[in-house]
């Protein structure tokens, strides 16, 4: 599975912003996607996740705040976030479970960065 993360930029606080991951190649096994990311300093953290049968978590820092749409024509995932904070700067990662028979696999994609300003 290739992931294709894109969207990222600068934004004043309570602005709003969309990144997009693509997947590509195997992805008919797909369990869950999701996004992490990293601020600077600290380490990697759950922000959203969708299972392929629908269910989505939040982390609580950004519940109400982000959501995580899909559109599974294209194959893409979002994360939609508004009412941004400073706190929110980070370097976002969109994350894929694919489990088959014999073993769960995890991707990530390259990182798409986030500066919230304030």
């Known amino acids: 599975v290739q992931l294709q993360a894109c969207g990222g930029g600068l934004v004043q606080a309570g602005g709003s912003l969309r990144l997009s991951c693509a997947a590509s190649?195997?992805?008919?096994?797909?369990?869950?996607r999701g996004w992490y990311r990293q601020a600077p300093g600290k380490q990697r953290e759950f922000v959203a996740r969708?299972?392929?049968?629908?269910?989505?978590n939040y982390a609580d820092s950004v519940e109400g705040r982000f959501t995580i749409p899909r559109d599974n024509s294209k194959n893409i995932v979002y994360l939609q976030m508004n009412s941004l904070k400073p706190e929110d700067t980070a370097v976002y990662y969109c994350?894929?479970?694919?489990?088959?028979?014999?073993?769960?696999?995890?991707?990530w994609g390259q990182g798409t960065e986030v500066t919230v300003s304030s």
């Open positions: 994350n894929v479970l694919r489990t088959t028979p014999i073993r769960e696999y995890e991707y």
């Open positions: 190649g195997s992805i008919f096994s797909i369990n869950v």
């Open positions: 969708i299972t392929s049968g629908g269910t989505i």
